[in-house]
T-cell receptor, first 113, second 112 residues
């Protein structure tokens, strides 16, 4: 069945460092891909998405590109801030999975000043 | 309402008790999902409704778990004879037609 694998955390960075959180997926067909974020004490919320190959999703300085050839959707940000400290979840939703959204295990990011 | 509302936010149950968790989705969202999130893990799919129809319940871990959405709006997840392994955060989400999920803040269940 469909699945998502993302790098284990926690990831600890200094402010203004470059961030990459790796995500790969297994799915039949052409799923939509998502990054969700969970800030401390808050519910999950959508960060960005991409619906077809080579699409780039972007929001709040974060970017991820849908790479079908490598089945990846890595999250990147050029300069992280303390306020980016959160748990990040990679997810997919595809027709073959009945359109339910399947999540990775999450990667906790700590950004220190 | 403006967002997905879940209640109770926290529930402590003794092993063997029944619990009911409520979800009030965003008005007009026809799709509603329930997820279970264990500590340090990602959300795991439980079940999915489109309006009042339960289209997929493949993620429900046992027949002690039951979900309903009788009028296509508010949904209730019921867990009978709770066990310690049921301790988790139960998340409800409603979905737009562009695929984005809007989550509630979750109901944290602790079974003693």
């Amino acid at each position: 069945g469909d699945s998502v694998t993302q790098m284990e955390g926690p990831v600890t960075l200094s402010e203004e460092a470059f961030l990459t959180i790796n995500c790969t997926y297994t799915a039949t067909g052409y799923p939509s891909l998502f990054w969700y974020v969970q800030y401390p004490g808050e519910g999950l919320q959508l960060l960005l998405k991409a619906t077809k190959a080579d699409d780039k999703g972007s929001n709040k300085g974060f970017e991820a590109t849908y790479r079908k050839e490598t089945t990846s959707f890595h999250l990147e940000k050029g300069s992280v801030q303390v306020s980016d400290s959160a748990v990040y979840f990679c997810a997919l939703s595809g027709r073959d999975g009945g359109f339910k959204t399947i999540f990775g295990a999450g990667t906790r990011l700590f950004v220190k000043a | 309402g403006a967002g997905v509302s879940q209640s109770p936010r926290y529930k402590v149950a003794k092993r063997g008790q029944d619990v009911a968790l409520r979800c009030d989705p965003i008005s007009g969202h026809v799709s509603l999902f329930w997820y279970q999130q264990a500590l340090g893990q990602g959300p795991e799919f439980l079940t999915y409704f489109q309006n009042e129809a339960q289209l997929d319940k493949s993620g429900l871990p046992s027949d002690r778990f039951f979900a309903e959405r009788p009028e296509g709006s508010v949904s209730t997840l019921k867990i009978q004879r709770t066990q310690q392994e049921d301790s988790a955060v139960y998340l409800c989400a409603s979905k737009t037609n562009t695929g984005e999920l809007f989550f509630g803040e979750g109901s944290r269940l602790t079974v003693l």
